[in-house]
């Protein structure tokens, strides 16, 4: 990549799990580059989601590299995940229609809720797995599954992790790391936020600040994190993972809400 700069230039790996991110820097500014980010960028970019596309330049060999704007600023701590900010900016990826028509034409299917319990199901069979947990998340996910069908499908980001989340030094957020990005039920990303960093007696008021107003928001957030829940603990499990019992121990505790409840 050092052939695109100037001999004046550093170029410097930028982190990530794919190891397609740099930093380039010289005496005067500095860029974000990545190496074939997606098409799905330019309009995250135009609308104020990510820091700013500055160029894009597809390379002899085809790899695409895009460079933005360098964010001089710093992730959200856990506790800031609850500011209104946070709520309006989830809101507005998830009412875009522009987002919503690029991920599509960049071939990104709608998740279907009945072929993720499908596919729940084939896995709790095959793992023949002896928590009877895994066997009450089956059976509320399918006595639950009218209230999560045919709901309207948006842009999520589906990895909300406070990480993700920049806050310039001119107090601009920035919601990063969009590889996992899906066209799925908004509840998908809104039960994630809700169940990992907003207490329970004020998700009420985050909803109002998101403007949700669906009967059935709580069913649904609570129908995708048992989900996501289930296929984490077999993930780790058949790794013979430490995590596979902090899975199971979640698992416990959202079935035991929607029990009570």
Request: aromatic fraction near 10%; include cysteine.
């Amino acid at each position: 990549m050092d052939y695109l700069f100037g001999t004046d230039w550093t170029i410097t790996p930028a982190g990530g799990s794919t190891g397609e991110a740099y930093m380039a820097a010289n005496s005067e500014k500095r860029l974000f580059l990545k190496r074939n980010s997606s098409p799905f960028l330019a309009v995250l970019s135009a609308e104020g989601i990510v820091p700013k596309l500055l160029w894009t330049k597809r390379m002899a060999n085809g790899d695409v590299i895009t460079a933005q704007h360098w964010l001089e600023g710093r992730e959200l701590d856990p506790e800031e995940m609850q500011h209104p900010q946070v709520a309006r900016m989830l809101s507005k990826i998830h009412h875009s229609p522009e987002l919503l028509d690029m991920l599509l034409k960049i071939g990104k299917a709608p998740i279907l809720p009945q072929d993720l319990l499908q596919e729940v199901k084939v896995h709790v069979r095959t793992a023949q797995p002896d928590q009877i947990e895994l066997y009450q998340a089956y059976k509320f996910l399918k006595e639950t599954l009218p209230f999560v069908e045919n709901q309207q499908q948006v842009v999520c980001h589906c990895d909300l992790n406070h990480n993700n989340w920049l806050l310039s030094e001119d107090g601009q957020l920035f919601l990063i790391d969009w590889d996992s990005a899906k066209v799925a039920d908004p509840a998908l990303d809104i039960g994630m936020l809700l169940f990992w960093y907003i207490p329970e007696k004020d998700w009420k008021m985050w909803l109002n600040k998101y403007g949700e107003t669906n009967d059935h928001i709580k069913e649904r957030m609570y129908w995708y994190l048992i989900l996501d829940h289930v296929k984490h603990f077999l993930n780790q499990k058949e790794k013979n993972s430490a995590k596979a019992l902090q899975y199971l121990n979640q698992l416990r505790r959202l079935l035991a809400h929607v029990q009570s409840s």
